[in-house]
């Protein structure tokens, strides 16, 4: 480095050229985008969109299943074709069926995404979500209904553990914070569009055609995955990983060189993929999960993967969303469609935050954005919590508690929605990350299950010490992992203080060209 920075001084000597200055994580990063500018509408980006806005689509099922059912269960046509009443422990069986399909999924999606490829992982998954989508809707017995929604939760979950990795795999280094930070937010998406076809069903068909109806809809968007994902390209890090790196290098210099494969980006990805292979080049057996535990790095980076799993669930924002609809009555809004209404536009605030929280963090980083996001859903969450304590006494006060459910769900969305897949991805290694997927989902859907059962509103004072013990545990000990390519994230985790040594910065400074003639260090948090 020293070198480097003697030879680099003497450079701007030499040229007495102007330069500008650049704090960054990552000197090769910002160096290699310096050289070459990315152009945001260039044909190979705009063609990296499509394919990202395609592997999002894979999050929307699991957003539409969650609306879908406190939906569907309300009402009486669904509850007349089975029998059923809204409530008790059949209902909860039904709810808790897709979690449990999801955690039996968790052994076969290492297999699939590390043994077949991503885009394999992601169509198979999407065909099990068809299969479960067309037992359920045409279900009109209680057994075939369950074993539907089984089906269902096992498919999205196999999607779901390479779609987050192909979509971090395939972004472009410089944007990757957005470009991958979007995919959780199309969870909101299938949200709102499952929020908005019951509410039309439940107001204009009264036949089981009314829950029917969503059913065929949640088909529709695993169903575009399915014909579109086969003809895209596969993750390079998969290929070089199964000794095919001359696809994986055209594929870098067809999306993020302009199909030059000497581009200085292209370059800097495939050499730190190539060295890092080259580096364990073993058996990684599908059924081995050693290489999760079996070095501090390695577990370091685990305990990453499970922090978020946990703390996107038991955050508060689960007891919120389950609580909203009997605030909203205690205000005093009886109608069944007004509150099936305000129940539909509360997702599309939360969606509009976590996109604009997608755009932000490249910009301010994955630790700020986690606790600032924290830091508002503590303060909304309090007040939540003071509303609800005298709504009892003064019901007009029920219009603060829908407010700060509101108001919680933004600051959450925000800081945290983006991150929820794309932090636990980005933390694991090549080698481990669709089996770390996996496991994420695996300790998500257990957090969900805890969720399910043992949520009231009496321990709302246990989430408001909770989320003050999360921002702390992510001050102290998370990572951050923005401004860094994925392989740069080696260094990070086998690091003495992986979380100090994240946050250090270097300093560029880079000619009008993007030469860099100057690196220093600049400090470390």
């Not at 076969?108 to 299969?131: E, K, N, P, Q, S």
């Not at 069944?336 to 599309?348: E, F, G, R, Y």
């Not at 090549?430 to 805890?450: D, M």
Request: hydrophobic share 45%; net charge neutral; proline share 4%.
């Amino acid at each position: 480095m020293e070198d480097d920075l003697r030879r680099m001084d003497s450079i701007a000597d030499e040229k007495h050229v102007e330069t500008r200055e650049i704090n960054t994580a990552s000197a090769a990063l910002a160096a290699a985008v310096a050289q070459q500018k990315p152009r945001l509408l260039s044909p190979s980006m705009l063609r990296l969109y499509v394919i990202m806005g395609i592997g999002y689509l894979v999050s929307t099922m699991n957003g539409f299943d969650s609306s879908l059912m406190g939906a569907i269960n309300a009402m009486k046509p669904y509850q007349e074709t089975f029998g059923l009443n809204g409530a008790g422990s059949t209902t909860g069986i039904i709810f808790i069926i897709y979690q449990i399909g999801q955690i039996v999924s968790f052994p076969f999606c290492g297999l699939i995404a590390d043994g077949w490829g991503r885009r394999w992982c992601i169509f198979v998954g999407c065909l099990l979500v068809l299969v479960g989508t067309a037992i359920q809707g045409s279900a009109n017995h209680l057994g075939q209904f369950i074993g539907g929604r089984f089906i269902l939760g096992f498919g999205a979950s196999i999607a779901s553990a390479a779609g987050p990795a192909y979509i971090v795999e395939l972004a472009h280094p410089a944007y990757r914070g957005t470009m991958a930070g979007m995919y959780n937010n199309f969870w909101w998406v299938g949200n709102i569009l499952a929020g908005w076809t019951t509410y039309g069903t439940n107001l204009h068909i009264s036949t089981s055609w009314a829950w029917r109806t969503p059913t065929v809809v949640q088909a529709g968007i695993p169903s575009v995955v399915l014909v579109c994902i086969m003809f895209f390209p596969e993750s390079p890090r998969w290929l070089i990983h199964h000794d095919r790196a001359e696809e994986a290098l055209a594929i870098f210099a067809k999306y993020h060189g302009e199909g030059d494969p000497d581009s200085p980006l292209v370059q800097l990805q495939y050499r730190e993929i190539v060295e890092e292979y080259q580096a364990c080049k073993d058996d990684n057996p599908w059924w081995d999960y050693r290489e999760l535990v079996n070095t501090r790095a390695a577990r370091y980076r685990l305990a990453m993967v499970i922090g978020m799993s946990f703390f996107g669930q038991w955050s508060g924002n689960n007891v919120v969303s389950y609580f909203l609809p009997e605030m909203i009555a205690a205000a005093g809004i009886k109608n069944t469609n007004t509150q099936l209404l305000i129940n539909a536009i509360n997702p599309i605030f939360s969606f509009l935050a976590a996109v604009y929280g997608a755009v932000c963090l490249d910009k301010l980083g994955r630790r700020p954005m986690m606790l600032w996001g924290l830091a508002g859903s503590l303060v909304f969450y309090i007040l939540l919590t003071a509303f609800t304590a005298e709504t009892i006494h003064h019901p007009n006060l029920s219009y603060g508690t829908i407010v700060s459910i509101y108001l919680f769900g933004i600051c959450f969305a925000w800081g945290f929605t983006p991150l929820q897949t794309l932090y636990a991805v980005e933390c694991l290694g090549n080698r481990t990350r669709a089996k770390g997927s996996g496991l994420n989902y695996l300790f998500l859907n257990i957090a969900i299950i805890v969720n399910t059962f043992g949520i009231s509103v009496g321990i709302d004072i246990v989430y408001i010490g909770w989320i003050v013990v999360e921002m702390l545990l992510i001050y102290f000990f998370f990572v951050e992992t923005a401004g860094k390519t994925l392989e740069e994230l080696t260094e990070i985790f086998e690091a003495p203080n992986p979380r100090k040594h994240s946050t250090r910065k270097v300093k560029l400074e880079v000619t009008s060209s993007g030469e860099v003639v100057g690196i220093s260090d600049t400090h470390q948090a």
